[in-house]
T-cell receptor
Framework: DGGITQSPKYLFRKEGQNVTLSCEQN?????MYWYRQDPGQGLRLIYY???????QKGDIAEGYSVSREKKESFPLTVTSAQKNPTAFYLC????????????FGQGTRLTVV | QKEVEQNSGPLSVPEGAIASLNCTYS??????FFWYRQYSGKSPELIMF????GDKEDGRFTAQLNKASQYVSLLIRDSQPSDSATYLC??????????FGAGTRLTVKP
């Protein structure tokens, strides 16, 4: 089955630690995205990538880093510089061009303990 | 600035009524608009998208786009309790950049 897989579903981080959230897709999509969602709020764009080895910052990139070494994979690292990382993180992908919907993974809920 | 704004609600309608959800956007470079539904704790799922001025209908859902007023809406006819969710409006730009509004929480009361 084609789709987007995020792992883990739940993640606990100690303060000061870096953690990496995994996102893999087998839809052959060129574009991939990372969004953050806080309780009762919409999605805020962290990073997006249109092609392998290229990515752009979204509105809230500070404290996060990404890589796009393979078309299928777009991992997100939440660094210790991110002061309030507790949130629901959603990865998405789409084909290139306008009028193309984004397909979402099931999300990772990150909690700082 | 690429901003998409929604009234966060909550919006409550009785079962069988029409629910009207609204969204405005600030960047005229937006090419297409999407409405997603998100149940609590789940990922968003696409309801429909629109990129031309006017109305687009799909079953009980109608999306409306007015580019002159920079306004997008979603109408849900014959609302059902299962429609209770948060509805997210998103605008897409030339380079696949997709921005979401804060979402409107809809409750349909039996």
């Amino acid at each position: 089955d084609g789709g987007i897989t995020q792992s883990p579903k739940y993640l606990f981080r100690k303060e000061g630690q870096n953690v990496t959230l995994s996102c893999e897709q087998n839809l052959n999509h060129d574009a991939m995205y990372w969004y953050r969602q806080d309780p009762g709020q919409g999605l805020r764009l962290i990073y997006y990538s249109q092609i392998v080895n290229d990515f752009q910052k979204g509105d809230i990139a500070e404290g996060y880093s990404v890589s796009r070494e393979k078309k299928e994979s777009f991992p997100l690292t939440v660094t210790s510089a991110q002061k309030n990382p507790t949130a629901f993180y959603l990865c998405a992908s789409s084909i290139q061009g306008p009028w193309t919907e984004a397909f979402f993974g099931q999300g990772t809920r990150l909690t700082v303990v | 600035q690429k901003e998409v704004e929604q009234n966060s609600g909550p919006l409550s309608v009785p079962e069988g009524a029409i629910a009207s959800l609204n969204c405005t956007y600030s960047d005229r470079g937006s090419q297409s608009f999407f409405w997603y539904r998100q149940y609590s704790g789940k990922s968003p799922e696409l309801i429909m998208f629109i990129y031309s001025n006017g109305d687009k209908e799909d079953g009980r859902f109608t999306a409306q786009l007015n580019k002159a007023s920079q306004y997008v809406s979603l109408l849900i006819r014959d609302s059902q309790p299962s429609d209770s969710a948060t509805y997210l409006c998103a605008g897409q730009y030339n380079n696949n950049d997709m921005r979401f509004g804060a979402g409107t929480r809809l409750t349909v009361k039996p």
